[in-house]
């Protein structure tokens, strides 16, 4: 009797180490500026549900040239000037989850890689930015920061050097890191071709709690012919060796080859899609010809892509058709002369058997704001929900992350961070019981500062930025792994840099 007993409590204990030790992360991004939108589109701190993630970023805060951390938005992300503190209001979302982490991200696509590039270079500044984001993140309440370099090597970074700096740069951030009790992650480029050009990836792999394989825009209108934004498999037409690289399973296996371990990998997944205008309504399938990007959608505004909610609608009030690609287990719908090809919970639950197969770390999702928060089209948080019920058996996460929970972190004083300066007013109404968006008012004379967050003087729905090429749209901010995408003051252009896409 004593021993099966022994038996049975070694057994339970087996079955729930197993648990702990398999225990999947949901990592959500989100898109701040979504603040922003109008009508139902309008996400706000208070729009999320914390049992639904494990850990929450934040995006994004910038990286100077000496060293330090950049506010983007002063006005929305603290509370000084009557300010709206979203990120205070976002650290308190573990006051209900206790369980739950947050991050800060630095960077995205609009940042760049010129800044960093500097900042890696230099062991002064290197150690000069790893205190200052550990003092960030400790003084507004954050675990830990993700890198969002975007990317080493590429685009106005040093191809010479960036890809050995960036391990140099890692290290100094683990260790400042360690010290605070912090968590540091990163989001990478997904395939061979592009990961093979910044990334040292076993040494890398060394200071990272997780990576978060940013596995989406593998596809999208800067080509000439449809496809699909994050194929989990190769298709009828990748053809060459390039396009044999652009799905989830290719760029999940070079991470693996290179010696990462499984459980630090969190795989990407699109809570949106790319989308195409078709250059002939009669041809709608994947490769077919196209002239451009699709229309904007009614929410994000931005051509070539639709958020999650604003495709549901189109499927439900437009009727668009919509089709299931068999080789690459993924959908796509269409109407008209305009197509998107994106993820739902079909091809979100087989993504999710592939991380059990693979026995990855779990999911990072971009991003939270474009689902279908308001349960319009359905349940509400559809897809966000449909990676809960797949990974942890329910609606709401209570898997607590073991191997990823920082210790106790040090409270610094209050310090003064750089900004950009900011123009907003802008009144939204918000409304879930109607499909028609909501209009927005503005008031106040339009000044146009040289940095930061402003409304475009042409659309007051609309916000974008000031760089030093011209206006830059709020939308066009967000994390983006393909590295053909491109921006002019006029509107955001592709062009591809691989002869053969």
Same mark, same amino acid.
């Given at each position: 009797?004593?021993?099966?007993?022994?038996?049975?409590?070694?057994?339970?204990?087996?079955?729930?180490?197993?648990?702990?030790?398999?225990?999947?992360?949901?990592?959500?991004?989100?898109?701040?500026?979504?603040?922003?939108?109008?009508?139902?589109?309008?996400?706000?701190?208070?729009?999320?549900?914390?049992?639904?993630?494990?850990?929450?970023?934040?995006?994004?805060?910038?990286?100077?040239?000496?060293?330090?951390?950049?506010?983007?938005?002063?006005?929305?992300?603290?509370?000084?000037?009557?300010?709206?503190?979203?990120?205070?209001?976002?650290?308190?979302?573990?006051?209900?989850?206790?369980?739950?982490?947050?991050?800060?991200?630095?960077?995205?696509?609009?940042?760049?890689?010129?800044?960093?590039?500097?900042?890696?270079?230099?062991?002064?500044?290197?150690?000069?930015?790893?205190?200052?984001?550990?003092?960030?993140?400790?003084?507004?309440?954050?675990?830990?920061?993700?890198?969002?370099?975007?990317?080493?090597?590429?685009?106005?970074?040093?191809?010479?050097?960036?890809?050995?700096?960036?391990?140099?740069?890692?290290?100094?951030?683990?260790?400042?890191?360690?010290?605070?009790?912090?968590?540091?992650?990163?989001?990478?480029?997904?395939?061979?071709?592009?990961?093979?050009?910044?990334y040292n990836i076993p040494e890398i792999s060394k200071y990272?709690?997780?990576?978060?394989?940013?596995?989406?825009?593998?596809?999208?209108?800067?080509?000439?012919?449809?496809?699909?934004?994050?194929?989990?498999?190769?298709?009828?037409?990748?053809?060459?060796?390039?396009?044999?690289?652009?799905?989830?399973?290719?760029?999940?296996?070079?991470?693996?080859?290179?010696?990462?371990?499984?459980?630090?990998?969190?795989?990407?997944?699109?809570?949106?899609?790319?989308?195409?205008?078709?250059?002939?309504?009669?041809?709608?399938?994947?490769?077919?010809?196209?002239?451009?990007?699709?229309?904007?959608?009614?929410?994000?505004?931005?051509?070539?892509?639709?958020?999650?909610?604003?495709?549901?609608?189109?499927?439900?009030?437009?009727?668009?058709?919509?089709?299931?690609?068999?080789?690459?287990?993924?959908?796509?719908?269409?109407?008209?002369?305009?197509?998107?090809?994106?993820?739902?919970?079909?091809?979100?639950?087989?993504?999710?058997?592939?991380?059990?197969?693979?026995?990855?770390?779990?999911?990072?999702?971009?991003?939270?704001?474009?689902?279908?928060?308001?349960?319009?089209?359905?349940?509400?948080?559809?897809?966000?929900? =449909?990676?809960? +019920?797949?990974?942890?058996? !329910? #609606?709401?996460?209570?898997?607590? *992350?073991?191997?990823?929970?920082? %210790? $106790?972190? =040090?409270?610094? +004083?209050?310090?003064?961070? !750089? #900004?950009?300066?900011?123009?907003? *007013?802008?009144?939204?109404?918000? %409304? $879930?019981? =109607?499909?028609?968006?909501?209009?927005?008012t503005t008031s106040g004379e339009f000044v146009c500062v040289?940095?930061?967050?402003?409304?475009?003087?042409?659309?007051?729905?609309?916000?974008?930025?000031?760089?030093?090429?011209?206006?830059?749209?709020?939308?066009?901010?967000?994390?983006?792994?393909?590295?053909?995408?491109?921006?002019?003051?006029?509107?955001?252009?592709?062009?591809?840099?691989?002869?053969?896409?």
């Amino acid at each position: 009797m004593v021993s099966a007993n022994v038996t049975g409590l070694v057994l339970t204990t087996i079955v729930f180490l197993s648990k702990i030790i398999n225990a999947k992360n949901i990592v959500c991004y989100y898109g701040t500026w979504a603040t922003y939108r109008n009508g139902n589109g309008k996400f706000v701190v208070d729009n999320i549900d914390p049992f639904l993630c494990t850990h929450l970023i934040y995006a994004f805060v910038g990286i100077n040239a000496n060293g330090t951390i950049r506010v983007l938005d002063p006005w929305l992300d603290l509370e000084d000037n009557w300010g709206l503190g979203t990120m205070r209001q976002f650290n308190d979302l573990k006051n209900s989850n206790h369980k739950l982490k947050t991050l800060v991200a630095v960077g995205g696509w609009n940042e760049g890689s010129e800044k960093f590039s500097t900042v890696a270079e230099s062991p002064i500044l290197r150690k000069r930015f790893a205190q200052d984001a550990a003092r960030f993140c400790s003084y507004h309440g954050f675990d830990g920061l993700d890198v969002d370099w975007e990317y080493p090597a590429q685009r106005d970074g040093d191809p010479t050097v960036d890809r050995e700096n960036f391990v140099l740069f890692l290290a100094d951030l683990r260790e400042e890191f360690s010290n605070r009790g912090l968590l540091l992650t990163a989001a990478v480029a997904a395939t061979e071709s592009s990961a093979s050009i910044s990334y040292n990836i076993p040494e890398i792999s060394k200071y990272l709690d997780f990576i978060n394989v940013m596995a989406y825009d593998l596809h999208g209108p800067w080509e000439s012919k449809t496809g699909h934004n994050a194929p989990l498999f190769v298709g009828l037409h990748d053809n060459t060796t390039n396009k044999m690289q652009l799905n989830v399973k290719s760029s999940i296996s070079y991470w693996l080859h290179q010696g990462v371990p499984a459980r630090k990998i969190m795989l990407g997944v699109a809570f949106y899609g790319r989308s195409f205008t078709l250059r002939s309504n009669s041809e709608h399938g994947v490769g077919a010809p196209t002239s451009g990007p699709g229309q904007a959608g009614q929410y994000t505004y931005e051509s070539g892509f639709l958020g999650y909610n604003e495709i549901c609608e189109k499927l439900i009030v437009d009727k668009w058709n919509q089709n299931w690609d068999a080789d690459q287990k993924v959908p796509y719908a269409y109407s008209g002369n305009q197509w998107v090809g994106f993820d739902n919970d079909e091809s979100l639950s087989l993504k999710c058997d592939f991380v059990d197969q693979y026995e990855l770390g779990g999911v990072m999702l971009w991003s939270i704001e474009t689902d279908d928060f308001h349960g319009r089209c359905g349940e509400k948080f559809t897809l966000l929900n =449909t990676l809960n +019920s797949k990974l942890f058996g !329910s #609606t709401a996460s209570t898997v607590a *992350t073991t191997s990823m929970q920082p %210790s $106790t972190t =040090t409270n610094d +004083s209050a310090p003064t961070w !750089s #900004t950009s300066p900011v123009e907003t *007013t802008v009144t939204t109404t918000v %409304s $879930t019981s =109607t499909i028609t968006q909501s209009t927005s008012t503005t008031s106040g004379e339009f000044v146009c500062v040289t940095t930061g967050y402003i409304r475009d003087p042409e659309n007051c729905a609309k916000f974008g930025q000031t760089v030093n090429t011209g206006w830059i749209t709020v939308e066009n901010l967000r994390s983006a792994q393909n590295p053909q995408r491109r921006q002019t003051t006029e509107n955001y252009k592709f062009r591809n840099r691989d002869s053969d896409l």
